[in-house]
């Protein structure tokens, strides 16, 4: 976390808010949003660090230039952390990127705000028959099209191959019971190590939280119409709760229980060899690696057990979509490199890359690697946060899912007060 | 040569008129002098003033920041804030929390100017060189050793309680409540304060003659009374500076409090900066963060009047 970023980003938009009103009053939306390229010859892209990865954007790009002469691909990473800010700055500019990836949860507040490009019409050209169910949903808005799915990951349980079989349990969990079985069969094996934890889980991991209460048929909110309105008092949010408290004891994991899995980092705390499982994104496996890097080998999958035997527990499909702003001055150009993008053939190298595609159903690039086969088997029965506009106070603020899981796991308020104090909170922030 | 009959020096020597010119020149050389400094402080600070008082009287959300529209709202943002209760409840802990720190901040400088004075050089220059090392670190790396320090389950203040005897505080969170999370923010910023307000005390303290301590020590006068009769003198405008100047810096702390907890757990140590950037910034809100800002001046303005009457009724700056 670098708030200063944050804090310098907001500054950046409050000057350019001076300058829009200084300068920009002329600026015609309308005119923008015609298709003839007009820009310098240059289409610039704007994707996040760790998405796609350069093999696949720079065969791409090399591919659209080739398709198109005399236009270059000006590429372009940016960094996740203060991006609303940077992207606010950018799509108010009078010369914005042409394409940008932006995430899920973001996408409904810039969809809502009338900055982007309205891609209705192209979604036929755009695979659109394919697209990923978790992911489009973020993308609409008012019954028009903004956003065209990239790819997305999930988390899924990664445990030590070896620790379970020195356990002496043979076949992954399936089930909540048999998860908790395994715990307690892990604890028996090296409970004797003060510093040896089953199961790593921070008190704050909200984005497992989720995949608890959904499972259980609750849900955070429910949209009524255009508004939302939060549920976090019912009794299925309660019961996915309930449940994390009960694995937070009963894997006696000796992560914070007031702050998330960022803080210290998740992936670190299991290459340091004293965690027999953490919930994760195949991607972290990698980050674990830094710490000790004989850790992949030793290291498995298995999804989210659900409390019903035999299936796997509803997951959050954490991903992002790729827009137009509004202010792109190359509207025709930008559908293009989409149209290259959302194909088939870099999809699939999205696929091998560990990304559940975003315009493809093949998965099959996933199935080669046994983490990746097993996110993508569960991402079928993936879901998304509440597509409100103002999701993004949420994340981007004082998120009240976290403020309940400490007060209840540290005791300090009860279930029924810790779920009704934070669905007031969350009704506050995107509720009406 | 009849026009050898003019000495072309004579005019300047004997003509009244150009001293006049010298003395308008003199008059407005000083202005000119100040000009720049004039100009730069009415652009860099006089025009975005302007433009906050303009923006807070507007609805500027991305939407209308991308289309450049000028929606003109009146005093809605401000009716909304200032209806809101939240907003009365931040401002009175806003209040607090500075006060707290400004007197914890001047009293531990105080202190510590006062021993630097009656320490023998080498142990004042180790002193000295902390206080510079505590003061050169930038914000987010105490925020983050802080933030290490307090750790629940791997922090060392807990581990070292708990060496100590005190057993309750394994795996303590000390960020679970309001009062507990703005104390430690507290330290941090206490931390990162002292140190120029006490260099800033003890110079004025090296002012103090030593004659004076002198007399009064034949005068019969103990610590106490010699602390009053010659130190206080010598450091009050100085006293008055710093906590002004505190005063501005610790309203306005957004780094370290955003930083440990962004303002929670349940918004319970959010501060008037971090509400800004929460009901303002985070959303692309920006007219109503321009309200908050407006108002936040204005509670810095009454806080600050004082000072400022001070500064403009005496001359030469005396402030005592």
């Not at chain 1, 674990?288 to 019903?308: H, L, N, Y």
């Not at chain 2, 003395?23 to 003033?49: K, Q």
Request: proline share 6%; aromatic share 10%; hydrophobic share 45%.
């Amino acid at each position: 976390m670098k708030p200063w970023l944050k804090l310098a980003a907001g500054a950046a938009a409050i000057t350019l808010a001076t300058a829009g009103c200084a300068g920009s009053g002329g600026t015609d939306p309308g005119a923008a949003a015609s298709s003839a390229p007009k820009g310098d010859g240059t289409l610039t892209v704007w994707l996040m660090t760790g998405s796609a990865p350069t093999t696949l954007t720079d065969a791409l790009n090399k591919e659209f230039e080739d398709a198109h002469q005399g236009v270059k691909v000006k590429y372009e990473i940016q960094q996740w952390n203060g991006i609303q800010q940077k992207l606010t700055t950018a799509l108010s500019g009078g010369d914005a990127p042409d394409v940008i990836e932006v995430g899920n949860t973001q996408t409904p507040f810039f969809a809502s705000s009338s900055v982007l490009s309205d891609l209705s019409g192209s979604v036929n050209d755009l695979n659109g028959a394919q697209w990923l169910a978790g992911l489009k949903a973020s993308g609409e808005f008012e019954g028009k099209t903004y956003g065209v799915p990239f790819y997305a990951a999930n988390r899924e349980v990664i445990y030590r191959k070896d620790m379970f079989e020195q356990a002496g349990i043979t076949t992954p969990p399936a089930s909540r019971a048999e998860w908790l079985d395994a715990i307690t069969k892990l604890k028996a094996k090296f409970g004797s190590d003060p510093d040896f934890q089953a199961l790593y889980l921070p008190g704050q991991y909200w984005y497992s939280l989720l995949s608890f209460i959904w499972d259980e048929g609750g849900d955070i909110a429910k949209a009524d119409g255009k508004s939302f309105k939060a549920t976090l008092d019912s009794p299925g949010a309660k019961a996915g709760l309930e449940f994390y408290k009960q694995l937070v004891e009963a894997s006696g994991t000796k992560a914070p229980k007031d702050n998330d899995e960022a803080n210290p980092q998740q992936a670190g705390i299991y290459g340091g060899g004293k965690a027999a499982m953490f919930i994760g994104t195949p991607g972290e496996v990698a980050t674990a690696a830094k710490t000790d890097p004989s850790i992949t080998a030793k290291t498995g999958a298995f999804a989210i057990p659900s409390k019903t035997a035999g299936q796997s527990a509803p997951v959050f499909l954490g991903g992002s979509n790729l827009v137009i702003p509004l202010n792109s001055k190359d509207q025709a150009l930008a559908k293009d490199y989409l149209k290259l993008l959302s194909g088939a053939k870099y999809q699939s190298q999205l696929a091998k890359a560990g990304y559940v595609p975003g315009t493809s159903t093949d998965v099959s690039g996933l199935d080669a690697d046994p983490l990746s086969k097993v996110m993508a088997a569960a991402s079928k029965n993936g879901r998304a946060v509440p597509t409100s506009p103002r999701w993004g106070d949420v994340e981007s603020g004082q998120n009240p899912l976290k403020d309940m899981l400490t007060a209840y796991l540290t005791g300090k308020k009860t279930l029924d007060q810790a779920t009704s104090d934070a669905n007031a909170a969350l009704d506050k922030l995107i509720g009406g | 040569m009849p026009a050898g009959a003019t000495p072309p020096a004579s005019p300047r020597v004997s003509s009244p008129s150009p001293r006049k010119r010298l003395r308008i020149g003199e008059r407005t050389v000083p202005y000119l002098l100040i000009l720049p400094a004039l100009v730069s402080i009415l652009v860099l600070l006089g025009w975005p003033t302007l433009q906050l008082l303009g923006i807070s009287l507007r609805k500027l959300d991305l939407r209308e920041l991308v289309s450049g529209q000028m929606v003109w709202v009146g005093f809605d943002n401000y009716t909304t804030t200032l209806t809101d209760p939240q907003f009365w409840e931040i401002t009175v802990r806003t209040l607090v929390f500075t006060t707290a720190i400004v007197v914890a901040t001047l009293l531990v400088s105080l202190f510590l100017a006062l021993l630097m004075r009656h320490l023998g050089p080498v142990i004042r220059i180790i002193l000295q060189v902390t206080l510079v090392l505590a003061w050169a670190t930038p914000v987010i790396a105490t925020t983050t050793v802080f933030q290490w320090m307090f750790d629940q389950q791997y922090g060392i203040l807990n581990k070292t309680l708990d060496r100590l005897g005190f057993h309750g505080f394994i795996g303590y969170s000390w960020f679970s409540s309001g009062t507990s999370t703005l104390t430690v923010i507290g330290l941090l910023i206490l931390w990162q304060a002292v140190p120029f307000v006490t260099f800033t005390l003890y110079a004025g303290l090296l002012g103090a003659p030593k004659e004076h301590y002198e007399a009064a020590g034949i005068d019969g006068a103990n610590p106490w009374q010699a602390f009053w009769a010659v130190s206080w003198p010598a450091i009050r405008p100085i006293m008055t500076m710093v906590t002004f100047l505190s005063v501005l810096w610790d309203f306005k702390v957004f780094a370290q409090v955003w930083a440990i907890r962004q303002g929670g757990p349940d918004g319970e140590s959010t501060t008037l900066p971090i509400y800004l950037y929460l009901k303002g910034v985070a959303g692309s809100h920006f007219g109503t963060s321009a309200a908050v800002a407006t108002l936040m001046l204005l509670v810095l303005i009454l806080l600050t009047a004082r000072y400022v009457q001070l500064l403009v009724r005496t001359k030469e700056g005396d402030l005592s």
